[in-house]
């Protein structure tokens, strides 16, 4: 269930989607919550990574969906959750998805399944830093969706930007999105602003340990 993907870089499976734990100069990084089912596999997982989970010093949220956020309200965090500034105030409950929306009409339905967290949450901007990560505005997949890089760890969470498919890179498709044309840019400007890295950490599939960029710069060019 516990991987690690290198040097205070750890995969936490959870079998539908996936979560990431990172240690950033000694700031243990939560990277996505799972589902609201998933509490007690993330907290065994920071466990066998060797941590506790009130150890956990921030959350680093790439967006607002059930399978992200859903464990938030469930464990005993003390810990700030940042999260892009359009996706905010949904997981704060001061706004809600666009029902307009194909995505945010299936939002709207799994909502209730969620809470809010007790946490502070703080709304980023692109560019923004945390630690060792630069916050880049990714939307598309969600209005308020954030990839987080850090050159010092050389690891990229790409949230649901990306998926992973038999070995390789595929953007967020139309049914799971709410622009596919902001997915398409949003990769490519992604591809052009980052440092290089190794690990390349999706919501799903398996993460990449070597070579992260350059599958992003393959995705790139086939699209």
């Given at each position: 269930?516990?991987?690690?993907?290198?040097?205070?870089?750890?995969?936490?499976?959870?079998?539908?989607?996936?979560?990431?734990?990172a240690?950033?100069?000694?700031?243990?990084?939560?990277?996505?919550?799972?589902?609201?089912f998933d509490?007690?596999?993330?907290?065994?997982?920071?466990?066998?990574?060797?941590?506790?989970?009130?150890?956990?010093?921030?959350?680093?949220?790439?967006?607002?969906?059930?399978?992200?956020?859903?464990?938030?309200?469930?464990?005993?965090?003390?810990?700030?959750?940042?999260a892009?500034?359009?996706?905010?105030?949904?997981?704060?409950?001061?706004?809600?998805?666009?029902?307009?929306?194909?995505?945010?009409?299936?939002?709207?339905?799994t909502?209730?399944l969620?809470?809010?967290?007790?946490?502070?949450?703080?709304?980023?901007?692109?560019?923004?830093?945390?630690?060792?990560?630069?916050?880049?505005?990714?939307?598309?997949?969600?209005?308020?969706?954030?990839?987080?890089?850090?050159?010092?760890?050389?690891v990229?969470f790409?949230?649901?930007?990306?998926r992973?498919n038999?070995g390789?890179?595929?953007?967020?498709?139309w049914?799971?999105?709410?622009?596919?044309?902001?997915?398409?840019?949003?990769?490519?400007?992604?591809?052009s602003?980052?440092?290089?890295?190794?690990?390349?950490?999706?919501?799903?599939?398996?993460?990449?340990?070597?070579?992260?960029s350059?599958?992003?710069?393959?995705l790139?060019?086939?699209?």
């Amino acid at each position: 269930m516990v991987t690690q993907l290198a040097d205070d870089v750890w995969w936490l499976d959870l079998g539908s989607v996936n979560c990431y734990l990172a240690d950033d100069g000694g700031d243990l990084t939560l990277v996505d919550a799972g589902t609201p089912f998933d509490s007690g596999d993330i907290m065994r997982g920071v466990r066998e990574a060797g941590y506790s989970i009130n150890d956990v010093d921030r959350v680093l949220l790439t967006h607002y969906d059930f399978d992200h956020v859903g464990s938030l309200a469930r464990l005993p965090l003390n810990a700030p959750v940042y999260a892009g500034a359009a996706d905010a105030p949904l997981l704060s409950r001061a706004d809600a998805p666009d029902w307009h929306n194909h995505k945010g009409a299936l939002q709207r339905v799994t909502r209730p399944l969620l809470s809010r967290p007790d946490e502070e949450i703080r709304p980023i901007e692109d560019g923004d830093e945390i630690g060792s990560f630069t916050a880049y505005a990714t939307p598309g997949h969600s209005p308020g969706h954030t990839s987080y890089v850090s050159e010092s760890l050389g690891v990229a969470f790409l949230g649901d930007l990306v998926r992973e498919n038999h070995g390789k890179l595929e953007p967020s498709s139309w049914a799971i999105s709410y622009d596919t044309e902001a997915v398409h840019d949003s990769i490519v400007s992604l591809e052009s602003r980052t440092p290089e890295f190794e690990v390349a950490a999706m919501g799903h599939g398996v993460p990449f340990l070597r070579e992260g960029s350059e599958r992003l710069r393959e995705l790139v060019a086939s699209m």
